[in-house]
């Protein structure tokens, strides 16, 4: 009776982790092992369940949202000095090194 009932959880398993991986939920495709062990250990209901997995999935696209955008980003490096710099009164550098002129 006991190989029958991992047999089943495992096919549900497989479908599972085949469900999710269609529906790209990455993240909670990743814990789903470990927090179904936690849950039946702990004896957490299945909404408990669920609310676990839905917060690793919204970890998970929350930081591959972060990694995205510091990707992205294309900050402007100023490679001159200030000794190289127009010695002009009014003369104001901006922090994204373009020179503008300041209203005297």
């Known amino acids: 009776m006991m190989f029958c009932y991992v047999e089943v959880s495992g096919m549900l398993r497989d479908k599972l982790m085949d469900a999710m991986n269609e529906l790209h939920l ?3 495709r990743s814990v ?3 927090i179904l062990s936690a849950g039946i250990k702990q004896r957490h209901t299945p909404e408990r369940l669920l ?3 839905l917060e ?3 970890a998970e696209r929350t930081a591959r949202s972060i990694r995205y955008r ?3 980003a294309k900050f402007p ?3 001159k000095s200030h000794r190289e710099e ?3 009164p009014g003369y104001v550098r901006r922090a994204g090194g373009i020179p503008t002129h300041a209203v005297p």
């Open 51 to 53: 609310l676990d997995l």
């Open 70 to 72: 510091l990707g992205i």
């Open 86 to 88: 127009p010695n002009r």
């Open 32 to 34: 789903l092992d470990e």
């Open 56 to 58: 690793a999935e919204l």
């Open 77 to 79: 490096v100023d490679t």
């Open 26 to 28: 990455h993240g909670m």
